[in-house]
C-alpha cells in the first residue's frame, strides 16, 4: 500500500482545461471534425462574401438557367459547380445561404433551451420540495413525447416563421437540460463547499450561478452539442414536411424538400448535395460531442 | 402494483385532459377550414350554413363542451374532408402505421444488439470503430433525406424496389397485412429500413456503452474465476444486466416510432396515421388532428405504463412509486 497523494485539491481551472483538450485530441476523428465544424460555421458567417451568387437576388437568376446539371456554365460564363434549382438558383450559393440559416436555428435554440432548461433544473435542485416535484412532473410529461411530435404539434398550432421554429425547438429541448442538470447540481448540493458558501452567508441565487453551475457544466456542454445537432436535423425535417421556415427563407431541408419533385426523373443535384452538407455537418458535430462524452465521462476515467 | 397502475391511469386522464385542451384551443386559431371546404364560388347563405353545420358559428367554450362531451362517449368528431368519423379514419389507418414501425424495430434490434456486443467486447478495434463511425453516421442521418436517397438508389437508379404505396396486401388473422403478400413485403422493406436506421444506430450505441460500462465490474471477473465460458458470461451475464435500459428504450423509442413514421410515411406515401395527420395539417381537417393527437398520447401512455412495469420486473432493485408503502 503506498501512500496516497497529500494533494486532494483539484487541479487548477486551466491546467483541468488543457488535460482535456489533450485527452479529446488523442481521437483523430473527433479532432478532424471538430476542424469540419469550424469551417462550416466560417462558411456559413461568410455566406453573403464567398457565395458565388446571392441566391434572394432575383435580378441575377434566370428562369432559363433552372435545373441545370453540377459543372454546366450558362451563356454569361458563370459555372454552376453544382448545378441549378428548379427556379435557377445556383445550388452552391443556395446551399451557403441554407447552411447559415440552419446553423442559426439550430445555435439560437439549443442556447436558449439551454439558459430555459438549466436555470429550471438548478432551481429544482436547490429549492426542492413543490418546486422540484412541480418541475420534474413537467420535464417527465415533456420527456414522454417524442420531439417531432411535440414540434409538429406547435408549429401547427403556431404556423410558419423562423421565430416560431426556434421557440418550439426550444420548448422540446430545454427538458433534456433540465433534467441532466438538475441530476448533477444535487449530487454537487451534498458537497463541503456548498456548505461553506451556505455558512459564509451568501445569497441563494450566488450560490447555484456562482458556485454549482460551474461544477454541473461537463453534462451541459455534452448534451448542448448532441441537442444542436439534434435542432438542426429537426428544423431540417419540419421544414422538409412544409411546417417549418417559409419558402421565402430556404433553410438545408427546404433545399431538399424543393427537390423531391424532380429527384424521381433523375436530377438527383438539387436534393443530394443540400442533403450531404446536412449531413456532413450533423455528424461532425455528433462526433466531437461523443468524443466529449467519452472525454468528460466520470464513469470511463481510469 | 394495482394501487400503482391505478394512479397512473388517473394521471393519464389529466394528461389527455390538458392536451385536448391545449390542441383545441391551438387549432381554433389557425386558418378557417371552411374556406378550404367550400368551392370557391360558394355564397354568402351557404358559407353561413356550412359554418353553422360544423358548428363554428358558437364560442370556443361551448364548441370545447360539446367535443368534451362526445369525446367521453367514444365520439371525436366527424372529419371534415373525408366525412366519416375521425377515430374510424384513424383505426383504419393504424395496422399500417404500426406494422411499419413494429417491422423497424425488428430490424433495428436484431442487428443492432449483436453490432453494439461486437464494438463493446473489443473497444478501439478496427471493428469498434467502423461500427461507432457508422452508428454515429446513422444517428446523424436526416431520416427524411435518408429515405430520399433510397429512393433514388433502390428505385430510381436501380429499379429494385417500388418507392410508394403499400402494394397488395393480404389478410392473417383477419388483420390486413403487407407481410401476407409478396408484393407487400417489397413496399414494405423501403420504408422499413428507413424507419429502423436512426434506432439501429441507437441500438449499437447502448448495447456499446452497456457493456463498456458492465465488463470492468466485479461480477464479471468473479464469473470469470469461477471458470464460466466467455461467450456464457457476456450472453447471459452482461446481457442480462444491459436489457433493463435497452428495453427501456425499445419500449419508449417504439413510440417514438410511430411519431417519425410521419416524415417515412410522407416520402414512401404508405397509407397510415402519420401522412394521415400531415395531410390532415395542411388540409385543417380539426377533428382528425385532434382525434389523432388524442389517439397517440393515449398509446405513448400506455407503452410508457408497460414500460414502467417491465423495469420493474426486469430488475428488481427498482421499486415503483406507490408499491413500497
Redesign the interface.
Known sequence: MSAVPANPTAPEPEKRWRMLWREFAENR?AVAALVVCGLLLAAALLSPLIAPQNPYDLTVIDMFDSRMPPGSVNPDGFHYWLGTDGQGRDMLSAMLYGLRLSLMVGVVSGVLAIAFGVSLGLVAAYWGGFVDALIMRVVD?ML???T??VA??LL??L?QGVDKVIFALVMVQWAYFARAVRGTALIERGKEYVDAAVSLGFSRPRIVFGHILPNCLPPIIVIGTMQI?HAI?TE??LS????GLPITEPSL?LL?AN??AY??S?Q?WI??YP?LL??VT??SI??VG?RLRDVLNP??QK | MLVFIIRRLLQSMLVLLAVSIVVFVGLYAVGDPVDILLPDDANQSERQAAIRSLGLDKPLITQYGIFLGKAVQGDLGTSFVFNIPSIELILSRMPATLELALCAMVIAVLIGIPLGLWAGLKPGSAADEVITTGSILGFSLPGFWQGLMLIMIFSVWLGWLPSNGRGTTGTIFGIETSFATWDGLRHLLLPAINLALFKLAMMIRLTRAGVRETMPLDFVKFARAKGVSEPRIVLVHVLKNILVPIVTVIGMELGSLIAFSTVTETIFAWPGMGKLIIDSINKLDRPVVVAYLLVVTMMFILINLVVDLLYATLDPRVRLKGVSE
Open positions: 476523428r410529461f414522454g413525447f417524442p417531432i411530435m409538429l404539434i401547427a398550432v404556423g445537432a436535423s431540417a425535417t422538409f414536411l412544409g411546417l431541408g431538399i427537390g423531391f429527384l424521381l433523375g438527383y436534393s443530394v442533403g446536412l449531413l450533423i455528424f455528433n462526433v461523443d464513469r470511463l
